[in-house]
């Protein structure tokens, strides 16, 4: 399964406040509330997904779901055509603007992926259909890695969009941007690792574990650490600069989700027969325990450093 599923618009929501805002004199009352957001015309949750780089992700997705025994080319296709139709949306949405490295890596890898399998005989679709999810997250740590190599981490070109250029060069908005997509990158190296594993050592690509329950966690995981910690870069800034503003968001905040998915795990493990009873009976009720002692701490104390 190539990953990201789960993925709302929280990516790119948060990537834009990141990032260690350099408030002018003039506004630094009106800043700390809407920090490296665009004006609330254009604030709409379905605005803020159109412009995320989760979006950007969606043909990954779209091929994660549709592969299978005998639908390949089915896969690849509605994959492209996604592709295609971001790199148009992208420019009705901002027009003049340049392409994105993820717009031009969709395009490229499924547009790759579509002349192989055109001309690929029964054998090596058989291997596609099977090992795609595996190719597809090699092929976003790729993209992720070689974007930082290259000093343009992908995510940055999303945030980029949502705060003034003046501000573009900002060492912290930066290293922000460095850090999500690393995240990103981890979380698909992780999936991509997990998926070989089913694939190579199990011989089982629909294995529960491998290629759903750790895949997803990596991918809950990412969405976390984009969604928490330009919050707290943001927070830590302007209390830095003795600003007003928001509290740091602690820790907590960034496990919750990944606590609160022990339990679904937990049933299908018991429903699906994918582990020993206890197993699962013992997520479900660490998962509950977790969730609740981690929701009684404050969403958000001054001091914290999350």
């Not at 790729?142 to 060492?171: H, K, N």
């Not at 690509?205 to 895949?215: A, C, F, V, Y």
């Not at 870069?233 to 003795?242: K, T």
């Amino acid at each position: 399964m190539s990953l990201g599923r789960n993925e709302p618009a929280e990516g790119d929501r948060r990537e834009p406040a990141d990032d260690g805002r350099d408030p002018s004199a003039d506004d630094d009352r009106r800043e700390p509330a809407d920090v490296g957001r665009r004006p609330p015309a254009d604030d709409s949750r379905l605005a803020q997904l159109l412009d995320s780089p989760v979006v950007g992700m969606s043909p990954w997705i779209a091929m994660s779901v549709l592969v299978g025994p005998g639908r390949y080319e089915l896969a690849v296709g509605v994959s492209l055509a996604l592709a295609v139709a971001l790199v148009v949306l992208g420019r009705v949405r901002h027009p003049g603007s340049s392409l994105k490295i993820l717009e031009v890596a969709d395009v490229v890898f499924f547009a790759a992926m579509a002349v192989i399998g055109a001309f690929a005989s029964q054998g090596t679709l058989g291997w596609l259909e099977n090992y795609s999810g595996e190719v597809s997250n090699i092929a976003l740590t790729v993209i992720a890695l070689g974007s930082m190599a290259a000093g343009v981490p992908f995510t940055l070109q999303y945030a980029r969009e949502q705060v003034p250029r003046e501000r573009w060069g900002d060492p912290l908005f930066l290293r922000t941007n460095y850090l999500i997509t690393g995240a990103w990158g981890a979380a698909f190296a992780v999936a991509a690792l997990a998926g070989a594993y089913g694939d190579l050592v199990l011989h089982n690509s629909n294995n529960l574990w491998t290629g759903w329950i750790i895949q997803i966690a990596a991918i809950i995981a990412a969405l976390q650490f984009t969604r928490w910690y330009p919050d707290v870069v943001r927070a830590r800034a302007l209390r830095a600069r003795g600003l007003p503003g928001p509290p740091e968001p602690p820790l907590s905040a960034l496990l919750v989700p990944l606590a609160g998915y022990l339990t679904p795990v937990g049933i299908l493990v018991l429903a699906l027969d994918a582990g020993p009873t206890w197993l699962g009976v013992g997520l479900i009720v660490v998962g509950v325990l977790l969730v609740k002692s981690l929701s009684r701490t404050p969403s958000a104390e001054p001091g914290v450093r999350g």
